[in-house]
């Protein structure tokens, strides 16, 4: 499972950020058509999956998933959204820039808001190399994005926004907390703050693990209030996520 997090790595960072910073898409630009390949869009109950005919493989496998993604996030968010995502596969990197800018144009997965809505933007070579298991954490940690952008404020801070996500998105697959964050050690002092530097991916995983300590005190529906309560903030009263019962927590949980 150590793979897991070594693919996911650069799939979700700072995509919260991007529902005010990402320009309208140019209505001339066409996401995913060549001149050899033509634009297709699968239609399931929960969405739409738009592509390129060269990426219909890639597209199946994201159209396969979407209705259990969808629905996995509904099941653990009890607020009022629209329960769909729209999947978009840009079949060139100049129009996958043009989506989610150049400083996120390596990751998997980015959720955005622009003038045509919510869309969860795949890259995809990054996401054509996941798993289905990995394939269906990035979808469920994109969509939740799309679920609770509208309930929350685009100052909150990351680690609750991110780690909030990663909750939602491994809820239910039976991975420990080791599993899932490999990285983590119980050595904690602050909540993480270092989304975009060279500790990206501990900081993913420190915000998640946050997540599963509130669950073991706060039960799942308590994680699902503490976050729609301070998403909106953009402080949070730490001592609702003390740090020293956090490390505390790690020490029992992985040693």
């Not at 634009?39 to 592509?51: A, D, N, P």
Request: with cysteine.
């Amino acid at each position: 499972m150590k793979h897991l997090r070594t693919l996911l790595a650069v799939t979700v960072a700072m995509t919260f950020l991007l529902g005010v910073t990402v320009a309208t898409r140019p209505v001339e630009l066409r996401s995913t058509e060549t001149d050899r390949c033509k634009e297709t869009v699968l239609t399931v109950s929960s969405g739409t999956v738009t592509s390129s005919s060269c990426d219909a493989e890639l597209a199946s496998r994201v159209a396969a998933l979407l209705d259990e993604s969808v629905r996995s996030v509904a099941d653990i968010l009890d607020i009022s959204w629209g329960r769909r995502a729209d999947v978009v596969v840009p079949a060139t990197e100049a129009e996958l820039v043009s989506l989610v800018g150049p400083a996120f144009a390596d990751m998997a997965g980015v959720a955005i808001r622009d003038g045509a809505g919510q869309r969860v933007v795949l890259n995809r070579t990054r996401a054509s190399a996941l798993s289905e298991l990995e394939l269906k954490v990035l979808l469920r940690h994109e969509i939740t994005h799309v679920a609770t952008r509208d309930l929350t404020s685009d100052s909150a801070p990351l680690w609750l926004v991110e780690g909030f996500a990663d909750w939602v998105a491994f809820h239910g697959l039976g991975l420990s907390l080791r599993q899932a964050a490999p990285l983590l050690t119980s050595d904690v002092s602050a909540v993480p703050t270092d989304f975009s530097g060279p500790g990206r991916d501990l900081a993913y995983q420190q915000a998640y693990s946050i997540m599963v300590y509130l669950e073991s005190g706060l039960g799942e529906r308590g994680v699902v209030d503490f976050y729609l309560r301070n998403g909106v903030r953009s402080a949070v009263d730490l001592s609702a996520a003390d740090v020293a019962g956090w490390r505390e927590f790690l020490k029992t949980s992985i040693g």
